[in-house]
């Protein structure tokens, strides 16, 4: 009876100690804030009921008007930084009993330190990584409360040559588990041979032991398909003595569904750790099984199919919301670059958010992931360089353990544009940052963009770190690379950087260097009101033409793909101006997400749907010469009507993506068709608006998520009485919304804007205008209301559940 007894003692034991093997809670939640230094914060007793209440992620730059003495980025005027202070106060959950309690942050924009209960936990100066901290000796007692205290520190500027935002702009998460547990990103699943018959995939399991427990453990790995069908299953047991190594098991998947930007095949990898039976831990694994390679002369293959790389850089920031991470603020930046053909995102200059990559494995396109902007040698006064002798081994490993599982991730760039290339300095540091990398992953290869072409200045190449040459603009000189580097593939890792203001044609025939040189800073004479022509003609002296630069990739076998600068304009480097010039030019969609002409320049090469784009505007004076271009595909010539009178067929020739027409403006009705074989394909008609008559509401969603983070993005346009967009509108527009959802903010695109992107007015630029709204945690309607001075107003409908 004793025994029985005994036995009962020890299984209600385990059950306590190992009920729920793994907890995931989310701690965005009932955070105060306060801008400004207060030292006395960290201790428990201090004061914060004055302080303002928030829920995470959070970006307090964002919240303000732009100013000059905003030092934020290396170009004129910004946002604010500063010194911010972050308080929670919560109660130890009762399931933390006989547990490891961590708190995990995946980014402070920067040098955070976090205290709790007036402990100091760690500091952190990268504002891009991921990390956390155990807490468990620190918890007071179930139900008793405890203080997170965390202060940020963003107020030595200029730090970066972009918009970073500030604050813990990234989620925020309480991590629970036994004292036996999978370590912080423990799991490691490859696919080292993959054929379209059979994969393996490769389980590498790191443990961790907080406990006296040394009976030996089992692993189960389960492999589940998209339809959650278990396709492989594998157990193995692992002795006292090899707990602390990493435990390997192989496991074979018959007919995989391999993943690729077309289909996009997810699996699921489910790992069990017992102990005497008893569930431990469990850990869930997206993965993907594919294959990869590069070549010297055929350039990328991917499943073993030729795939040229059609990629675009990407900054962190989601436009009005600023850094604040928002998964449909990235899903619809995603969907517009997936409809132009996008197969792929250069993370520029950092690591991404976690879920950002979520989406990319979800949605289809090749990652390359960015670790670092700058090593030792500065771009900026107060940048990372400061930081890097300490942290860049511990940062770099961090970034790769975290994202080695993502079949999205296909590269691993170790930096950008590096100072230290044109110094013995960089062979060294570079063969040193692809240790690190190839110590925790060595199933992908390593780059960096580089800024010169000729050996003699001392490229990093020379340590053998690299696996691909990534060469940022150099499109002119890309016939010499492969006699320069024949034995190492090649990838244009940046290109383009052409300016581009939606909405505004100054005419012009040829390719404009905006500025001219090095030694011109800012462009001198350019347009009063800060904008540039959204033709195809102007870019930065180191850049080119979208044309040009995608020609130069595009007819290069041996160049593996492109990445274009960039996707999206972004906040900060507001080339070609100074301030009062805000935010950047380059973007190929605008900074509200409306898409520039050149848009479709890229969706009639990267996509196989027809395309037929017109462009500009027709509303002109009199008689004056317009240019008149068209985008266009699967057509062999187009013909363009005025007023249903022929002006001419045209077609492309090799040196062009498009066909052009000077036409003395006539007002009525501009038209394009294009033909195949005599066939019409498409008709595009682009008419001369009248007077401003009513306001156009139209929303991307009408159905969102009550979770406090779900967005609606919802287009004005000012029409005339046809429908007809008036292009020159500039209208003031008052957004006011009721019920379930708040104003998140506001835009328009262009880049001179200075009101703050958080205010629910907004000019109209070229007739639109955009307002973001954002879900609360109640179900229920949002009803957003659109005015402007003379026009009725008018509703959209949205609902929350």
């Keep these: ?24 809670i989310n701690f965005n939640y009932d955070w105060k804030f306060k801008l400004g230094d207060e030292p006395e914060a960290k201790n428990i007793a201090f004061n914060d009921d004055a302080w303002r209440k928030l829920s995470l992620p ?22 604010p930084g500063g010194i911010a202070w972050y308080r929670k106060t919560f109660k130890t959950p009762s399931n933390t009993l006989n547990k490891e309690v961590s708190i995990q942050f995946d980014g402070i924009y920067q040098h955070s330190e976090v205290w709790i209960n007036g402990v100091l936990l760690g500091k952190r100066p990268n504002g891009y990584i991921s990390f956390q901290y155990d807490i468990t000796p620190h918890l007071k007692p179930v139900n008793q409360e405890n203080i997170i205290a965390l202060r940020v520190n963003n107020s030595e500027q200029p730090n970066s040559r972009w918009y970073s935002g500030s604050g ?67 157990i193995q047991t692992v002795p006292v003595n090899q707990l602390s190594g990493i435990v390997t098991q192989n496991l074979n998947v018959k007919n995989p569904a391999l993943w690729s930007p077309q289909e996009p095949n997810l699996y699921q990898v489910i ?43 990407l900054h962190h920031d989601l436009g009005a919301i600023g850094a604040t991470v928002n998964v449909r603020a990235m899903e619809r930046q995603l969907e517009m670059l997936k409809a132009m053909g996008t197969n792929a995102i250069r993370t520029a200059h950092n690591p991404p958010a976690p879920e950002f990559l979520d989406l990319c494995d979800k949605m289809g396109f090749l990652v390359m992931d960015e670790a670092f902007d700058m090593w030792k040698k500065r771009k900026n006064k107060f940048d990372y360089h400061r930081d890097f002798e300490e942290w860049h081994e511990r940062d770099l490993a961090d970034l790769v353990k975290r994202d080695r599982n993502h079949p999205s991730v296909f590269m691993w760039s170790i930096g950008n544009e590096i100072r230290e290339q044109f110094d013995s300095t960089g062979t060294k540091i570079a063969a040193n940052l692809s ?103 102007v870019a930065a002296y180191w ?46 969609i605008d900074l509200a997400g409306f898409p520039k002409d050149v848009y479709y320049m890229y969706q009639s090469e990267w996509t196989n749907q027809p395309v037929l784009h017109l462009l500009p505007h027709w509303n002109w004076q009199a008689g004056k010469v317009v240019d008149v271009w068209a985008y266009y595909n699967q057509a062999d010539e187009v013909e363009l009507f005025l007023n249903g009178k022929s002006l001419g067929k045209k077609a492309k020739t090799t040196d062009e993506l498009h066909v052009s027409w000077k036409v003395p403006f006539e007002a009525g009705t501009l038209k394009a068709i294009s033909y195949l074989n005599g066939k019409v394909v498409l008709e595009k008609e682009i008419r001369t608006a009248g007077a401003p008559h009513h306001i156009v509401l139209n929303v991307d969603r009408n159905k969102l998520k009550a979770d406090g983070n779900d967005l609606a993005f919802v287009t004005a346009t000012l029409v005339d009485e046809a429908g007809t967009i008036v292009p020159d ?32 007015n907004r000019k109209l630029w070229k007739g639109k205008a955009l307002a973001i709204v954002k879900a609360t945690e109640k179900s229920g309607k949002i009803v957003l209301t659109a005015q402007a001075d003379g026009f009725k107003p008018v509703s959209i409908n949205i609902k929350t559940k």
Excluded at 58 to 79: M, R
Excluded at 466 to 476: E, M, R, S
Excluded at 739 to 754: C, V
Aim: aromatic fraction near 12%; charge should be positive; proline fraction near 5%.
């Design 271 to 313: 790992t069990k750790v017992y102990q005497n039976k008893v569930l431990v831990d469990e850990l869930k694994t997206t993965t993907g099984i594919r294959s990869f390679r590069f070549d010297v002369k055929n350039g990328f293959y991917l499943n073993d199919v030729p795939t040229k790389i059609l990629g675009v850089c």
């Design 729 to 760: 509108a500039d209208n003031l527009i008052k957004f006011t919304i009721s019920g379930a959802g708040q104003i998140a903010g506001t835009d328009n695109g262009y880049q001179a804007d200075l009101s703050s992107l958080s205010k629910p």
């Design 543 to 588: 850049g080119t033409s979208h044309e040009k630069a995608w020609k130069a990739v595009k007819d290069r076998n041996f160049m593996s793909g492109i990445f274009v600068w960039t996707g999206f304009d972004y906040l900060g480097e507001p080339v070609p101006y100074d301030f009062p010039a805000r935010s950047s030019y380059y973007g190929i």
């Design 168 to 234: 813990i702009y990234r989620n925020v998460k309480l991590v629970i588990t036994n004292p036996i547990a999978i370590a912080q990103n423990g799991v490691f699943v490859t696919t080292p041979q993959v054929s379209a018959k059979e994969a393996t995939l490769k389980h590498q399991l790191q443990l961790q032991n907080t406990s006296d427990l040394k009976s030996p453990l089992e692993v189960e790995v389960k492999v589940l398909n998209a339809k959650g069908k278990l396709v492989a299953r594998n």
């Design 1 to 24: 009876m004793k025994k029985l007894w005994s036995l009962i003692f020890i299984l209600s034991l385990y059950t306590q100690v190992f009920a729920q093997p793994r907890t995931q």
């Design 435 to 537: 240790k690190i990398v190839k110590l925790h992953d060595n199933t992908r290869p390593v780059t960096t963009a580089l800024t010169e072409t000729e050996p003699a200045k001392n490229f990093i190449w020379k340590s053998n770190a690299l696996d691909v040459l990534g060469f940022n603009y150099k499109y002119f000189d890309y016939d010499s690379l492969p006699k320069r580097f024949g034995y190492i593939p090649l990838i244009a890792a940046e290109t383009t950087s052409a300016l581009q203001t939606r909405g505004v044609y100054d005419l012009a025939d040829t390719l404009r260097l905006w500025p001219a040189s090095s030694k011109d800073k800012f462009v001198v004479n350019g347009n009063p009101d800060y904008t540039v022509t959204a033709y195809d003609n």
């Design 58 to 79: 959070h970006d307090w730059s964002i919240e303000a008007d732009f100013a000059k003495e905003h030092p934020a980025t290396n170009q004129g005027g910004a946002l």
